[in-house]
């Protein structure tokens, strides 16, 4: 019995020009290079440029994975764009790209699940696409964090970075079968009781104000392994497949102490786990995309590899992606 596959067709990534280093935070906060490295793993963020928005590091995401999938962007009738830190409050970013892509055609909208958001869009998108509401879509994660981001608190300041990724899908038949191409399953969990956690203090309805991010990293970190664990072993119940089957394990890109624990515990051998979160920190939305931009350009990541993916952000939001590429 065929199926419906939201096949990934080309993906694309961009980071501002502006490379933040640790060095350069520890003149501003009192921190080290080796104190942030130790603990995270990061080594430097880049920084969007004045007047450069989420909408436009998005817009270079799209067209990179536009042109790396060789197809015109007036194919594309659905836009799903992840983001916590979008241009205005109203409209959403995603119409902005679509705009700048001169696309006048379907739909676009942003959702918001902060680091979760990509694995979210995912899911969201892959769901059209099996409906047959929708052909093609682009799933966008990009943020510009340094804008929500109080530079004197070192707990938090020294974490994030900008950047933009993006993934193409097509829905395409398949044969139906754990060899399929494309998103094979998706699991998505939420659990508000833990907003104070990881939050930023303000917004339209509260404080009339963007506010700034606010985090209790003990707990998150507490959390984390936990409840990635969770949505990794269901999707691993869907699929009949087991870490020994996955080539590839792209993590969210938050703490390097968090991936190599979560890979530990599920037994995934740390020479599958694809990590970039030293060259541009935590991207929030955008980090999946960025270190499967860059796995995919390096050649590490294949046409029929089983790549897993994997998310946690505030709220809590969690969720997993299994897709064969």
Same mark, same amino acid.
């Given at each position: 019995?065929?199926?419906? #596959?939201?096949?990934?067709?080309?993906? &694309?990534?961009?980071?501002?020009?502006? $490379? /933040?280093?640790?060095? %350069?935070?520890?003149? *501003?906060?009192?921190?080290?290079?080796?104190?942030?490295?130790?603990?995270?793993?990061?080594?430097?963020?880049?920084?969007?440029?004045?007047?450069?928005?989420?909408?436009?590091?998005?817009?270079?995401?799209?067209?990179?994975?536009?042109?790396?999938?060789?197809?015109?962007?007036?194919?594309?009738?659905?836009?799903?764009?992840?983001?916590?830190?979008?241009?205005?409050?109203?409209?959403?970013?995603?119409?902005?790209?679509?705009?700048?892509?001169?696309?006048?055609?379907?739909?676009?909208?942003?959702?918001?699940?902060?680091?979760?958001?990509?694995?979210?869009?995912?899911?969201?998108?892959?769901?059209?696409?099996?409906?047959?509401?929708?052909?093609?879509?682009?799933?966008?994660?990009?943020?510009?964090?340094?804008?929500?981001?109080?530079?004197?608190? #070192?707990?938090?300041?020294?974490?994030? &970075?900008?950047?933009?990724?993006?993934? $193409? /899908?097509?829905?395409? %038949?398949?044969?139906? *079968?754990?060899?399929?191409?494309?998103?094979?399953?998706?699991?998505?969990?939420?659990?508000?009781?833990?907003?104070?956690?990881?939050?930023?203090?303000?917004?339209?309805?509260?404080?009339?104000?963007?506010?700034?991010?606010?985090?209790?990293?003990?707990?998150?970190?507490?959390?984390?392994?936990?409840?990635?664990?969770?949505?990794?072993?269901?999707?691993?119940?869907?699929?009949?497949?087991?870490?020994?089957?996955?080539?590839?394990?792209?993590?969210?890109?938050?703490?390097?102490?968090?991936?190599?624990?979560?890979?530990?515990?599920?037994?995934?051998?740390?020479?599958?786990?694809?990590?970039?979160?030293?060259?541009?920190?935590?991207?929030?939305?955008?980090?999946?995309?960025?270190?499967?931009?860059?796995?995919?350009?390096?050649?590490?990541?294949?046409?029929?590899?089983?790549?897993?993916?994997?998310?946690?952000?505030?709220?809590?939001?969690?969720?997993?992606?299994?897709?064969?590429?």
């Amino acid at each position: 019995m065929t199926a419906i #596959r939201s096949v990934v067709l080309g993906c &694309g990534s961009y980071l501002p020009q502006r $490379v /933040l280093t640790n060095a %350069e935070l520890a003149t *501003k906060v009192d921190t080290s290079d080796e104190w942030i490295v130790q603990r995270t793993g990061i080594r430097e963020r880049h920084i969007a440029a004045e007047g450069e928005f989420t909408s436009h590091l998005a817009i270079h995401a799209a067209n990179a994975a536009l042109a790396h999938a060789g197809i015109d962007a007036q194919s594309i009738d659905l836009i799903v764009l992840a983001t916590s830190t979008p241009d205005h409050t109203f409209p959403a970013t995603a119409v902005a790209v679509q705009n700048g892509l001169g696309i006048t055609h379907g739909a676009a909208f942003d959702l918001q699940a902060v680091c979760s958001g990509f694995v979210f869009a995912l899911a969201t998108a892959d769901n059209f696409l099996r409906s047959g509401a929708f052909k093609r879509a682009l799933v966008i994660g990009a943020e510009t964090f340094s804008r929500i981001l109080d530079w004197t608190d #070192r707990g938090t300041c020294v974490l994030f &970075g900008d950047g933009a990724g993006a993934v $193409v /899908l097509e829905a395409q %038949e398949q044969p139906g *079968k754990p060899s399929d191409r494309g998103i094979l399953t998706t699991h998505l969990r939420s659990d508000g009781r833990h907003q104070s956690k990881l939050y930023v203090d303000g917004g339209p309805s509260s404080t009339r104000t963007v506010g700034y991010l606010r985090m209790e990293g003990r707990e998150v970190f507490k959390h984390a392994v936990g409840m990635i664990t969770d949505v990794i072993v269901d999707a691993f119940n869907a699929s009949g497949t087991s870490a020994d089957d996955i080539n590839w394990f792209v993590p969210h890109q938050a703490n390097k102490r968090i991936i190599d624990a979560s890979a530990h515990k599920l037994h995934i051998a740390p020479e599958k786990v694809v990590l970039t979160v030293d060259r541009h920190g935590n991207t929030s939305a955008a980090s999946i995309p960025l270190a499967l931009s860059v796995a995919v350009a390096d050649g590490r990541i294949k046409s029929g590899d089983l790549v897993l993916l994997e998310a946690m952000g505030g709220g809590f939001t969690w969720g997993s992606a299994l897709v064969r590429w």
